[in-house]
C-alpha cells in the first residue's frame, strides 16, 4: 500500500507540475483597432476518411490571385498542413455584418468532388494568429449548473442528408473572433466559425435573417456565391496563456485517472509475483545448489540451476539483435524527451508541428546513443567489425520506415492528398540522416566497441547444453499471447485517446498522464518479461535473448489489434458504404509503423530487465 501511495502522489505532483508550466512557444501577437487580422487557410480533413487534402487543391472554392505561403516545418508537412493566405478581410473590432468574397463556377467535376467531401463529412481547417477555426459545443462543468464552452477544431464543409442522399454546401460562414484587452492592444483568444448553406442565384449577400432559407443542393446550381460575416465579442474571462482550454478541455481527466488506477493494480499483482519468485523460488534453490554437499550432485538437479555454462551463450543472430536493441534504445531514449519537453509546455499546441518536428530531431540526434548501445553488446557477444556493425544499426529502421512511406507516398500522390511528402521534404529528411545521424551512430559505435565487454558472472562451456522440449504456454506464439495482455491492458485506455489525437485531429495535450502510464507501463514490461524469462530458464531454454525482447514488444500485435477494432468502430462508425483502397491502406500501413515504434520501446524495455535479471541470479550461483 505504501507504493501505492507514493505512485498516486508522485502522479498528482506531475499531473499539477504538467498544467502549471505552460510555456508558450511564442508570445501574444497585439493588435488594434482597424489593423488588419490575417486568416489563412489550410486543409480539409475528416474524421472517418485518414486522406486530408490541401483547401486550395479543391475545385469549388475561391483562390486569391497572389497566393502566399508561409515555411512550413517537418512536422507541419508530415502532418498534411498546406497553410496558405486569403482574401477574406478581418480588420480589428469592426465589425461586418455580410461581405462577398466571390462566385465560383461549377463544373461537375467540381460538382462530384464537393458532394463526396461532404457526404464524408470533411471538415475545413482555418487560422488566426495560430488558432484554428473551431465549432462551438457547450457543456455542463460537474456539479454546476453553468455551461461552458468547448471548441473542436474544424468546421464541417457542408450537410449531408443520408435518407435522401442531398448534400448541401456551406457557402456562408459567420465568423465569431474573441479577444481580451490588455490596455490599448487586443489579444486574440478564439475563432468561432458558424457554417450555413444558403442558396444564393443573385451573387449578392443573401438574407441572413430569415432561418428557413433553403440551403444550396449541390448540383441545383452552376454557381456558388460565397460570403462571410465577421464579429468581433470582447471577453474578459479568458487569457491569453490559457486560451487553448477550451480545445484542450474535451477530455474528462476522471478517465485517465480510472485507467491509472487500473494499471496501478496491475503493477501490484505482477510486483507481488515477481516477489515470490525472487524472495521464496529462488532464494530456496540458490541455497540447496551452493551447499557443498549438493555440489557433486548438481547432474541430478533440474531447472534453471543447469544453465550457469550456457545462459550467457552469445544470441544466434546477434549481428542483427544489437543494432536492433541500439535503434530501439533510441526510439525510447526519443520518446522520453519529447514527453518531458511536451511537460515543460514546450511543445504547446501553439507550436505547430512541433512534436513531430522535435521527435524527428530528437531522433536523429541520439543516433549516438543507439550506436553506443548497439556496438558494446555487438562486442560482448564477440563481435569484430565495428564499423559494419554501427552502419546496420544506422540504416536497418530508418530504411525499412522509409521504404514503407514512400510505397504509401506514391498511392497519396496518386490521390492528391496532402499528406503525400513532397520531394523536398523526402531529399530534407536523406541528408539529414545522411549529415546527421549517420556520422554520430558511427561516432557512439567506435565509442562503445572502445569500451570492455560486459563481465558476465560465469564462464560459457564449449558445447551447448540440448534444449528439452518446453511446455506449450513457453513456445512462441502462446508465451507472446500471454506476455502481451498484461502491458496493453495498463494502456488500453489512454490508447484510445492517442488514436483519436492522429486519426481524428484531436488535440492530444496530457503529456502529464502520458508519462505515469508510461511509467507503469514500463514496470509491467520489465516484470512480464522477468516472469517469462525465469520460466523459460527453469524449463531448460537457455536460449533467451531474443525471447526477452520478443516478450517486452509481444503488446504491440495488440494495438495493431486495438487499431483494426478502432478502424471499424470509429472511422468507419455510420459510414459503411465509403470505403477506398487508399484510405484503408494509409491507415493501416501508418498503423503497423506505431506498433512497430512501440515494440522496439518495448523490446528492449524487456530485454534490459531480463538481462539484469539474469546476470543478478546467475552472479549469486557458485560454480567454482
Known sequence: ?????????????????????????????????????????????????????????????????????????????????????????????????????????????????????????????????????????????????????????????????????????????????????????????????????????????????????????????????????????????????????????????????????????????????????????????LAVFNEEEFRDDIEETSGWKLLHADVFRAPRYGGLLAPLLGTTVQVMYTFIATVALGMLGILSPSYRGGLLTTAIVLFLVLGCVAGYYSAHLYRTWGGGNWFKNSLMTATLVPTSLMAVQLLLNLFLWYRASSAAMPFSTILLLFVLWLLVELPLTLLGGWLGFRRPPYSEPSRTSAIPRPIPPQPKYLRLLPSILLSGALPFSVIFIELFFVFKSIWQDSFYYEYGFTLIVGLLLSLTVCETTIIMVWLSLNSGHHRWWWKAFTCGASSAIYIFAYSVFFYFTKLRAGMPDFVGFVPTLTFFAHSLLISAAYALCTGSMGFFAAYFFVRRIYGMVKTA
Open 1 to 285: 500500500m505504501k507504493g501505492v501511495k507514493t505512485l498516486v502522489a508522485a502522479a498528482l505532483c506531475i499531473t499539477s507540475t504538467a498544467s502549471a508550466f505552460y510555456i508558450p512557444s511564442m508570445g501574444p501577437q497585439s493588435f488594434r483597432p482597424g489593423d488588419q487580422v490575417p486568416l489563412s487557410v489550410n486543409r480539409i480533413y475528416s474524421e472517418h476518411v485518414p486522406l486530408p487534402f490541401a483547401y486550395y487543391d479543391l475545385p469549388f472554392v475561391c483562390k486569391p490571385s497572389d497566393i502566399k505561403r508561409p515555411w512550413l516545418n517537418i512536422g507541419e508537412v508530415l502532418r498534411g498542413d498546406r497553410i496558405a493566405s486569403s482574401d477574406y478581410q478581418l480588420t480589428m473590432g469592426q465589425n461586418s455584418t455580410c461581405q462577398v468574397l466571390c462566385t465560383h463556377k461549377m463544373s461537375e467535376q467540381a460538382t462530384k468532388e464537393a458532394q463526396r467531401l461532404v457526404s464524408q463529412n470533411y471538415l475545413v481547417e482555418w487560422i488566426v494568429d495560430k488558432l484554428p477555426g473551431a465549432t462551438v459545443f457547450l457543456s455542463r462543468k460537474s456539479n454546476s449548473s453553468t455551461k461552458q464552452k468547448i471548441y473542436e477544431p474544424g468546421f464541417p464543409i457542408g450537410r449531408y442528408e443520408s435518407e435522401t442522399g442531398r448534400a448541401y454546401l456551406n457557402n456562408h460562414v459567420d465568423m465569431h473572433v474573441v479577444y481580451e484587452m490588455r490596455g490599448e492592444s487586443r489579444h486574440i483568444v478564439g475563432f468561432e466559425v458558424y457554417p450555413r448553406s444558403i442558396f444564393n442565384g443573385s451573387g449578392d449577400c443573401p438574407s441572413l435573417d430569415d432561418p428557413g432559407a433553403d440551403g444550396l443542393l449541390l448540383g441545383s446550381t452552376e454557381s456558388v456565391t460565397y460570403s462571410y460575416s465577421v464579429h468581433w465579442i470582447e471577453d474578459s474571462s479568458v487569457r491569453w496563456n490559457h486560451r487553448w482550454d477550451r480545445y484542450l478541455s474535451v477530455t474528462n481527466p476522471q478517465v485517465h485517472w480510472y485507467a491509472i488506477f487500473n494499471s496501478a493494480v496491475i503493477i501490484v499483482l505482477l510486483s507481488c509475483i515477481v516477489s515470490v519468485i525472487v524472495m521464496r523460488m529462488l532464494n530456496r534453490d
